[in-house]
């Protein structure tokens, strides 16, 4: 548990003091928290080679504990050899090849134990670390949901920042209008048409008033026609 704590806390606590100097610094967010996941990325794979040095250990270990369980098996078949032939000398009467191989037997019952003992010895440590190993690769787990989540989270806030920007310049841009307000130069330009307008309605009048002067002119000139014509036929009656 311990060496669990040494390692993850130990890269845990760098990845913190990266964080702190980071908002110490006021970056910009959107770097801040790319930083972020590149350091917290770094760990990972530091915490990665940690654990694996850690696991490289134990499978050295139980390697080490299978090879003194089967040594252990190895002697006590050699034990078991050199009694069996220990008996056959002495059904024969050679009781000098007996107790030959009975002292065969008792080294190799000797090394057998001690081969037993030194994989009895190492159990505990290997139990002990397989847990150890076991509760890394859970943390190791755990920071690789985080950097995941870590990246979510950067993901939204980037999207969140880059929405708060576009609304802000939008904002600008409606204030910058109604500091402006377009529709007042339009009704300036609409004013003047309608003054062009009523100037160019003013001259047709005025060319509409002269034509009918003309045409009552001719007309009057018509009807005095029409009188002399008149009082010349009275005329030409009154002599004939």
């Known amino acids: ?111 057998q134990i001690a081969a037993e003992k030194d994989a009895k010895s190492a159990e505990p440590m290997i139990e002990s670390q397989n847990k150890v190993v ?3 690769k859970d943390g190791l787990n755990q920071m690789r949901l985080k950097l995941d989540s870590l990246k979510s989270k950067r993901d939204e806030l980037v999207a969140r920042q880059k929405s708060a920007e576009a609304q802000a310049t939008v904002q600008d841009s409606i204030s910058h209008i109604n500091v402006m307000d377009p529709t007042s130069e339009i009704s300036r330009y609409e004013e003047q048409v309608r003054r062009q307008e009523a100037e160019v309605a003013g001259h047709q009048e005025l060319a509409g008033d002269s034509l009918e002067a003309q045409f009552a002119e001719l007309e009057d000139r018509s009807n005095d026609a029409e009188i002399e014509a008149r009082l010349a036929e009275l005329k030409n009656k009154r002599e004939g």
């Open 1 to 111: 548990m311990a060496e669990k704590q040494s390692i993850l806390g130990r890269i845990g606590q760098l990845a913190r003091a990266n964080v702190n100097a980071l908002l110490d610094r006021a970056e910009d967010p959107q770097k801040m928290m790319d930083q972020l996941v590149r350091d917290y990325t770094d760990s990972i794979a530091e915490a990665e080679d940690a654990i694996a040095v850690t696991i490289g250990n134990l499978r050295m270990a139980e390697s080490d504990h299978a090879a003194s369980v089967e040594e252990a098996e190895e002697w006590g078949r050699k034990a078991a050899a050199a009694s069996e032939r220990a008996e056959e000398y002495r059904s024969q009467g050679d009781e000098e090849n007996a107790n030959k191989f009975d002292n065969l037997a008792k080294i190799a019952i000797s090394k």
């Open 134 to 136: 076991d509760q890394l």
